[in-house]
T-cell receptor
Framework: AQTVTQSQPEMSVQEAETVTLSCTYD???????LFWYKQPPSRQMILVIR??????QNATENRFSVNFQKAAKSFSLKISDSQLGDTAMYFC?????????????FGKGMKLTVNP | DTGVSQDPRHKITKRGQNVTFRCDPI?????LYWYRQTLGQGPEFLTY????????KSRLLSDRFSAERPKGSFSTLEIQRTEQGDSAMYLC???????????FGEGSWLTVV
């Protein structure tokens, strides 16, 4: 079974700084997808960024980028120029392609606070 | 394009009562998922539909839980004889077939007292 581990339960950063959130996963599959989701307090789970395992190029979305190390099974999220609105729980998630359901397996999450 | 919508957003019920949650997926998304999230944890998979067929259920889904998706459109999740341990947020999500991306609703909070 796949597992996702987020070892940092909480981080804080000053506005405009850069922060990196770490995530490791375990799987025997060779083709899969990795995601970072953001969940602001009492609000909806929002997709931040997606990485396809067969693509070597790291995904980027504006201020958000990932460092995907397939051999190490590591998938970190870098947030540049942090904004107050980035304050949220961040979840790393894995989606396998075997079995057909494409369900997500989540880590426990990390609480990020951006301070003014 | 409306997102995934869930109703009710909040429900407080007494132990032993039945509750039902409704989810309307993004239109034309034929895959629909239910997840459960407790405080301080990531969401856990409960069940998944492709169109009207329920194709996978987690062992977390006890026989007090039942989900349906008639006609492959909206879905309902019913919890019978609620217990305090059922208190959680129930998240619905949808995706297009082999779209490899899942979109979540705002969740339905359940408190069992």
């Amino acid at each position: 079974a796949q597992t996702v581990t987020q070892s940092q339960p909480e981080m804080s950063v000053q506005e405009a700084e850069t922060v990196t959130l770490s995530c490791t996963y375990d799987t025997s599959e060779s083709n899969y997808y990795l995601f970072w989701y953001k969940q602001p307090p009492s609000r909806q789970m929002i997709l931040v960024i997606r990485q396809e395992a067969y693509k070597q190029q790291n995904a980027t979305e504006n201020r958000f980028s990932v460092n995907f190390q397939k051999a190490a099974k590591s998938f970190s999220l870098k947030i540049s120029d942090s904004q107050l609105g980035d304050t949220a729980m961040y979840f790393c998630a894995f989606m396998g392609t075997q079995g057909g359901s494409e369900k997500l397996v989540f880590g426990k999450g990390m609480k990020l606070t951006v301070n003014p | 394009d409306t997102g995934v919508s869930q109703d009710p957003r909040h429900k407080i019920t007494k132990r032993g009562q039945n509750v039902t949650f409704r989810c309307d997926p993004i239109s034309e998304h034929n895959r629909l998922y239910w997840y459960r999230q407790t405080l301080g944890q990531g969401p856990e998979f409960l069940t998944y539909f492709q169109n009207e067929a329920q194709l996978e259920k987690s062992r977390l889904l006890s026989d007090r839980f039942s989900a349906e998706r008639p006609k492959g459109s909206f879905s309902t999740l019913e919890i019978q004889r609620t217990e305090q341990g059922d208190s959680a947020m129930y998240l619905c999500a949808s995706s297009p077939y082999q779209g490899h991306t899942i979109y979540f609703g705002e969740g339905s909070w359940l408190t069992v007292v």
